[in-house]
């Protein structure tokens, strides 16, 4: 969680959004992920997918929610077709390696017990 304020700090010091607003929802998206307890190692990688598409989600309707609380003018359909959608497929397309990277790491930090 402190990764996503530090970087949630970052993304907000080169954006449009108000400050704080990308690291209030990359711990959300952080928290909400905590509730499954480390659970996505070794189930099925549609579930893995399933959590990022998830989490873009939540990370997407924090940011367009907080803008239009503001009262800054958003165009919610291009929003949606020109940043959100096309951010959603390439977190879909670079978490497919990011997922059998993750499942070496796992498998290699975390080794079978062997029973004699």
Not at 12 to 30: E, I, K, R, W
Not at 35 to 60: D, K, R, T
Not at 69 to 95: E, K
């Amino acid at each position: 969680m402190i990764l996503g304020f530090a970087g949630g700090l970052f993304l907000d010091a080169f954006s449009a959004v108000p400050l704080g607003v990308s690291s209030a929802a990359l711990v959300l998206v952080a928290v909400i992920t905590s509730y499954s307890e480390g659970q996505f190692w070794g189930i099925n990688p549609i579930m893995q997918l399933a959590a990022v598409l998830v989490g873009s989600v939540v990370y997407y309707a924090v940011i367009l929610f907080a803008l239009v609380a503001i009262g800054q003018p958003v165009d919610l359909q291009q929003a949606l077709g020109q940043i959100v959608l096309p951010s959603l497929f390439l977190n879909l397309i670079l978490a497919l390696p990011a997922v059998q990277i993750g499942e070496s790491l796992h498998g290699v930090l975390h080794p079978a017990r062997v029973t004699a």
